[in-house]
């Protein structure tokens, strides 16, 4: 058996271990690169900036763990920005982990020293609303009034009892919705209902795989900005200065995409090398 | 009248929901209402379904012995400690420090992440054997597959960082790619896919499309 012919039949152990090497290796270098910013995060970025001090926002979680690693960190980013900015934050999600996920968030964010000198209370600073089943119906719903879809926050205060919500009762009230995506429902319903019926500016954050789906609403003008997977969150963390995991992991990232175009080229070499030989 | 009332429900629902969307004022807005809290409770109820038939069919299992079945064990323990936890934990069950979000957080997250690492693994292995440039399609799927794998990720900087400033072609290619063929071809796809919908969608409320129902046609 010539060497292609071993290339071809190459134990797929061999190539997770690689693959787990050079996602692992790069972890533990420390090196960070001077990432440039694609025009899509700048958008959302100088949107975000453009919002006064003290606006609110309304930050929706669709995704579950599987989909933190690569989606975790722009929230991460995103709920520190808007502590930072005084924005007053509602949270709540049309997965059922999403609100959990945003919780993890809030904690990395009271981590910060700049935030924890905030004093930030729950309630006046951030609510958070949790989850409410019903997919694109509880958009629809909060088009109208966000007590008839959440009627209780995520510890079980009523909406009426959150100083944060007084003066909120449907879109109209609300400055920007930033949406972190995993799938359905997420980015394609909030833009088909909340942009299109009710005005709302949108931004999101989407995983790299669904982000392709969103570039024509991008395009479109119905979508501020988007972040694309880790990358769109790296370039994120590194517009609002809180560079994060995101950051560090795009070295890994980068080492595990090209393991897997080099795999593939030898792949497609053995596979002509040895089908001319046979003919 | 099995399949007089669920047509008739159809349509009524259906049609009331199109007239909301255009006009969303009194009277019309209340079906809006009307209909979403119907929607909610069925939502809810089809979670307490689907987590109820998951114990149901995972008890049969273990009951029955069938292949696998200590898989069904774990599912049935999982089921019971969330589930427990969470009630236990009385209306706040969700805030930080609760024994649910103590599971949540180093259990379920952990586990569920490591469980979508793994396609990674899988893509890889999977892309170096099926991944052939056979024939043009394949050849500019697989050119452009690359070029956006390594514009999305650090070979600009890796590569020309050190030597010129603000110089990243890869990730312009990339962007290239991203806001112009790919944003045309979801286009078409999405614009096709909205008039299946829309046709689909009158054949039920108009009674045409009634597989649905069940039992045959």
Redesign the interface.
């Known amino acids: 058996m010539g060497f292609w012919n071993t290339m071809l039949a190459?134990d797929?152990r061999w190539?997770?271990l690689l693959?787990?090497l050079s996602?692992l290796i790069p972890m533990f270098l420390g090196v960070t690169?001077?990432?440039?910013i694609?025009?899509e995060v700048q958008t959302l970025y100088d949107t975000l900036e453009q919002l006064p001090n003290g606006s609110t926002v309304l930050m929706t979680f669709d995704y579950?763990?599987?989909?933190?690693?690569e989606l975790q960190p722009m929230a991460d980013a995103a709920v520190k920005y808007a502590f930072k900015r005084d924005f007053k934050l509602i949270i709540m999600g049309l997965w059922?982990?999403g609100?959990?996920q945003a919780?993890?968030s809030v904690?990395e964010a009271m981590k910060d020293p700049e935030i924890q000198a905030r004093n930030l209370e729950y309630g006046v600073d951030y609510v958070n609303l949790?989850f409410?089943?019903?997919?694109e119906?509880?958009i629809?719903?909060m088009g109208?009034d966000f007590r008839?879809?959440f009627p209780?926050d995520?510890?079980?205060t009523d909406y009426s009892e959150v100083p944060l919500l007084k003066n909120t009762k449907n879109f109209s009230n609300v400055d920007f919705v930033f949406n972190f995506s995993a799938g359905y429902p997420g980015t394609v319903e909030w833009v088909q209902i909340a942009v299109d019926?009710f005005g709302v500016k949108l931004g999101a954050g989407n995983t790299?795989v669904q982000?392709?789906?969103a570039?024509?609403y991008?395009?479109a003008g119905q979508l501020v900005g988007l972040l694309?997977?880790m990358?769109g969150g790296a370039e994120f963390e590194r517009l609002t200065g809180f560079k994060a995991k995101a950051t560090t992991f795009?070295?890994s990232?980068?080492f595990?995409?090209?393991?897997?175009?080099v795999?593939?080229i030898?792949?497609?070499i053995a596979?002509f090398v040895t089908r001319k030989k046979e003919q | 009248m099995r399949r007089e009332i669920p047509l008739i429900i159809t349509f009524v629902v259906g049609v009331a929901f199109v007239i909301q969307?255009f006009i969303p004022h009194s009277p019309f807005?209340r079906f809006?209402?009307l209909f979403?809290d119907w929607?909610?409770i069925i939502?809810?109820c089809?979670?307490w379904l689907g987590a109820l038939n998951l114990m149901k069919l995972s008890l049969i299992k273990i009951q029955k012995r069938r292949k696998d079945w200590q898989y069904a064990v774990v599912i049935v323990v999982s089921w019971l400690t969330m589930a427990i936890a969470g009630f236990a934990g009385?209306?706040?069950f969700?805030?930080?420090g609760t024994a649910f979000?103590w599971l949540?957080?180093y259990i379920?997250?952990?586990?569920?992440?490591t469980?979508?690492?793994i396609l990674?693994?899988f893509?890889?292995?999977a892309?170096?054997?099926a991944?052939?440039?056979r024939n043009l399609q394949a050849s500019l799927l697989?050119v452009a597959g690359?070029l956006v794998?390594?514009g999305?990720?650090?070979?600009?900087?890796?590569l020309f960082?050190r030597l010129f400033e603000?110089f990243?072609p890869l990730?312009d290619v990339s962007?290239f790619i991203?806001?112009y063929p790919?944003?045309a071809g979801?286009?078409a796809i999405?614009i096709g896919i909205a008039l299946g919908i829309v046709s689909t969608a009158l054949r039920i409320i108009l009674g045409i499309e009634r597989s649905y129902l069940g039992g045959g046609d």
């Open positions: 190459v797929r190539i997770f693959v787990f996602l690169f001077k990432l440039s694609s025009p579950d763990p599987p989909s933190a690693p059922p982990q609100p959990l919780e993890i904690r949790g409410q089943a019903g997919n119906f509880v629809q719903r109208t008839e879809a209780r995520i510890r079980g019926r790299a982000a392709p789906l570039y024509p991008l395009g694309g997977g990358r795009m070295l990232q980068t595990a995409h090209a393991i897997v175009i795999f593939v030898l792949g497609n596979y | 969307y807005d809006e209402q979403s929607f909610f939502a809810a089809a979670i009385g209306r706040d969700q805030t930080p979000d949540y957080q379920y997250t952990p586990l569920s992440a469980m979508f690492a990674a693994f893509v890889a292995s892309s170096y054997r991944f052939r440039a697989l690359f794998m390594m999305r990720v650090l070979f600009d900087d890796i960082g603000n990243q990730a962007n991203m806001n790919n944003m979801q286009r999405m």
